[in-house]
């Protein structure tokens, strides 16, 4: 249930509080379930190349900011910034494609959003953000509430005790610039959209509440679901029952002492798959509130080289997609955007998506679960970290929970990936088998992957070589043979894979500008693209073991890295669709391939 809020949360006084600070909290589960009043729409913006809204001269940190949203009380007062006077910007959205001046601009803008509130007693608010790229500080009323770090996963804060009778300010600082010690790292294949990018909203709950709950089935063998909850707070003897009217089960259970329960049954749902995706209407009481959502139930497992869906062999026949609007580029953020992108995957015959290379927003995996699309999750720990970092450890690990924590009630969701095309060494191996249990000591219940790169080559045999064989359920890997090398050499080329998992072709493909056409040997031709495709999946038959593949890409996206004029023009060409949505001769080539499988 998602109403906007006529009125507006717990008051301590129409004073604002000079000491009290808020509350920085583990993620809210499924937050659109609650009563919300939404934050998008126009904010003020303020671009701040130097800083000086929160440095001084000397780089330090000062008290009387931005964030203060001075004005002047006297003639003579000096205050060189004004949020009402500045220009305003579409929330959720990127600076980039919003304001031309900031199209390259990497750096920090600071915005600002007043709403009224009004006393509501025996209530807390949280103040929610889907996310914001990169680093951000924020303020409610003065008041500096949480720092966040990281651009893809959600988080919130408790501001009830900040909020006043009457106009609320919230401002955020949002700096995108990239370090060598972050995650993702300097260098990365997609473009730095900047900004508040995805919804941010008010968020209405009792003062005990329910932080986490977890529905799952947990065996095809007597259909038994696993059910536990885990409040905000660790108190004791907290009422929760469990509905599902449509499965006839209604089970009541009683915290303990840490604000955990858990409870196991029998029933017998019929299960999620991409031909039935169907979902069941779950109610959850906490005492006397309640919360809704749909949950789907299905088993994912492996048997040996097979990828078992519900018991039985499937092929993923996937397409990778990066979070951007289907026609013409920028962050995408809604339900509409979503639905476009996933249609047009679902015209080229997948059943299957892998979220490239960093958590999508939420309604990139609630719209595939409805039209029955599995997907694969990932964390953008992208080319070179810095492994030795304990912070750059902290920060992906970060991630990753808020990853699993917002999606692990979604069906569809089979694999977590923990890291892409990373160059080999212990450090690395230490770094990302940490992460790798870290995840399934989170989430017993999916796959592990990520996407490895093959290493070992002689003449025409490739040997897939990775010491994280031994931490993931499926291996899997990029391959991009006909473009990157031994171009027109795929017919030759045969694959060693020396472990006893399932097989992911996790990238391959090559690019090419719609509408350009020539010989199937030149660059940059559809015709050169098709060709390729042709190759490749000729050549991916051969491959003993193969479960699934996720070509790059959908659709052309920007990036900063592909500056060919007249060709690129700042777009990464690998899309099976223009950036307009419009289809390229490849598309075809692989549809037919997944007719076949």
């Given at each position: 249930?998602?109403?906007?809020?006529?009125?507006?949360?717990?008051?301590?006084?129409?004073?604002?509080?000079?000491?009290?600070?808020?509350?920085?909290?583990?993620?809210?589960?499924?937050?659109?379930?609650?009563?919300?009043?939404?934050?998008?729409?126009?904010?003020?913006?303020?671009?701040?190349?130097?800083?000086?809204?929160?440095?001084?001269?000397?780089?330090?940190?000062?008290?009387?900011?931005?964030?203060?949203?001075?004005?002047?009380?006297?003639?003579?007062?000096?205050?060189?910034?004004?949020?009402?006077?500045?220009?305003?910007?579409?929330?959720?959205?990127?600076?980039?494609?919003?304001?031309?001046?900031?199209?390259f601009y990497e750096g920090t803008v600071w915005f600002k959003k007043s709403f009224q509130a009004v006393p509501m007693q025996d209530y807390r608010t949280l103040l929610y953000f889907g996310a914001v790229n990169y680093d951000c500080h924020v303020w409610v009323n003065g008041k500096e509430v949480g720092h966040h770090v990281g651009g893809f996963t959600p988080f919130n804060f408790d501001i009830s005790d900040l909020l006043i009778e009457g106009e609320n300010t919230i401002i955020v600082k949002v700096d995108n610039k990239r370090h060598a010690e972050a995650v993702p790292t300097l260098?990365?294949?997609?473009?730095?959209?900047?900004?508040?990018?995805?919804?941010?909203?008010?968020?209405?709950?009792?003062?005990?509440?329910?932080?986490?709950?977890?529905?799952?089935?947990?065996?095809?063998?007597?259909?038994?679901?696993?059910?536990?909850?885990?409040?905000?707070?660790?108190?004791?003897?907290?009422?929760?029952?469990?509905?599902?009217?449509?499965?006839?089960?209604?089970?009541?259970?009683?915290?303990?002492?840490?604000?955990?329960?858990?409870?196991?049954?029998?029933?017998?749902?019929?299960?999620?798959?991409?031909?039935?995706?169907?979902?069941?209407?779950?109610?959850?009481?906490?005492?006397?509130?309640?919360?809704?959502?749909?949950?789907?139930?299905?088993?994912?497992?492996?048997?040996?080289?097979?990828?078992?869906?519900?018991?039985?062999?499937?092929?993923?026949?996937?397409?990778?997609?990066?979070?951007?609007?289907?026609?013409?580029?920028?962050?995408?953020?809604?339900?509409?955007?979503?639905?476009?992108?996933?249609?047009?995957?679902?015209?080229?015959?997948?059943?299957?998506?892998?979220?490239?290379?960093?958590?999508?927003?939420?309604?990139?995996?609630?719209?595939?679960?409805?039209?029955?699309?599995?997907?694969?999750?990932?964390?953008?720990?992208?080319?070179?970290?810095?492994?030795?970092?304990?912070?750059?450890?902290?920060?992906?690990?970060?991630?990753?929970?808020?990853?699993?924590?917002?999606?692990?009630?979604?069906?569809?969701?089979?694999?977590?990936?923990?890291?892409?095309?990373?160059?080999?060494?212990?450090?690395?191996?230490?770094?990302?088998?940490?992460?790798?249990?870290?995840?399934?000591?989170?989430?017993?219940?999916?796959?592990?992957?990520?996407?490895?790169?093959?290493?070992?080559?002689?003449?025409?045999?490739?040997?897939?070589?990775?010491?994280?064989?031994?931490?993931?359920?499926?291996?899997?890997?990029?391959?991009?043979?006909?473009?990157?090398?031994?171009?027109?050499?795929?017919?030759?080329?045969?694959?060693?894979?020396?472990?006893?998992?399932?097989?992911?072709?996790?990238?391959?493909?090559?690019?090419?500008?719609?509408?350009?056409?020539?010989?199937?040997?030149?660059?940059?031709?559809?015709?050169?693209?098709?060709?390729?495709?042709?190759?490749?999946?000729?050549?991916?038959?051969?491959?003993?073991?193969?479960?699934?593949?996720?070509?790059?890409?959908?659709?052309?996206?920007?990036?900063?890295?592909?500056?060919?004029?007249?060709?690129?023009?700042?777009?990464?060409?690998?899309?099976?669709?223009?950036?307009?949505?419009?289809?390229?001769?490849?598309?075809?080539?692989?549809?037919?391939?997944?007719?076949?499988?």
């Open positions: 249930m998602k109403t906007i809020l006529s009125v507006m949360m717990l008051m301590v006084g129409a004073v604002l509080p000079q000491v009290v600070a808020a509350e920085s909290l583990p993620l809210i589960q499924n937050v659109n379930a609650y009563e919300t009043m939404s934050l998008n729409g126009e904010w003020n913006y303020i671009v701040d190349v130097q800083e000086e809204g929160y440095y001084d001269y000397r780089m330090k940190p000062m008290q009387w900011g931005f964030f203060q949203n001075a004005k002047p009380q006297r003639p003579e007062d000096l205050i060189e910034y004004d949020f009402d006077k500045s220009p305003t910007m579409q929330i959720p959205g990127d600076w980039n494609t919003q304001d031309e001046r900031l199209f260098i990365f294949d997609w473009w730095n959209y900047g900004g508040i990018t995805r919804d941010v909203m008010l968020v209405k709950v009792p003062p005990v509440y329910l932080e986490d709950y977890n529905l799952q089935l947990t065996s095809l063998e007597g259909r038994r679901l696993s059910f536990s909850v885990k409040l905000n707070k660790p108190e004791a003897d907290h009422t929760v029952t469990l509905s599902i009217p449509e499965l006839k089960i209604k089970k009541t259970i009683k915290t303990a002492a840490d604000g955990t329960a858990s409870i196991n049954m029998k029933a017998k749902p019929q299960l999620w798959c991409p031909e039935n995706p169907k979902r069941y209407q779950v109610e959850i009481t906490l005492d006397n509130s309640t919360i809704g959502d749909s949950i789907g139930f299905r088993m994912i497992e492996t048997r040996g080289k097979q990828i078992l869906l519900n018991g039985q062999p499937i092929f993923l026949k996937g397409i990778s997609i990066h979070e951007e609007k289907p026609n013409g580029g920028g962050r995408a953020n809604s339900t509409e955007d979503a639905h476009t992108l996933l249609s047009w995957a679902k015209e080229l015959g997948c059943n299957f998506v892998r979220l490239a290379h960093y958590p999508h927003n939420e309604y990139m995996v609630r719209e595939p679960e409805r039209m029955g699309i599995l997907v694969w999750s990932e964390i953008p720990c992208y080319w070179t970290i810095a492994w030795k970092n304990p912070k750059t450890y902290e920060n992906a690990c970060n991630q990753l929970t808020d990853m699993i924590s917002r999606d692990h009630n979604r069906a569809n969701v089979i694999i977590w990936s923990i890291a892409n095309e990373t160059p080999h060494s212990a450090e690395r191996d230490a770094f990302l088998s940490r992460l790798a249990k870290q995840a399934r000591s989170l989430d017993s219940t999916r796959l592990i992957s990520m996407a490895m790169e093959v290493t070992g080559a002689s003449n025409y045999v490739n040997r897939l070589n990775d010491n994280m064989n031994e931490y993931v359920d499926v291996v899997s890997f990029n391959q991009y043979i006909g473009w990157y090398r031994d171009v027109n050499d795929a017919p030759m080329m045969t694959w060693e894979i020396p472990y006893d998992k399932p097989v992911i072709i996790s990238e391959f493909g090559g690019g090419a500008k719609f509408g350009y056409h020539g010989a199937k040997n030149q660059r940059w031709t559809e015709e050169f693209q098709e060709n390729l495709y042709r190759e490749n999946t000729a050549m991916l038959d051969k491959i003993d073991g193969l479960a699934g593949t996720t070509p790059w890409i959908l659709k052309d996206f920007r990036s900063p890295r592909r500056v060919l004029p007249g060709i690129q023009d700042y777009y990464n060409r690998k899309g099976l669709f223009s950036d307009k949505g419009e289809k390229k001769l490849a598309f075809y080539v692989l549809k037919q391939w997944y007719e076949g499988k």
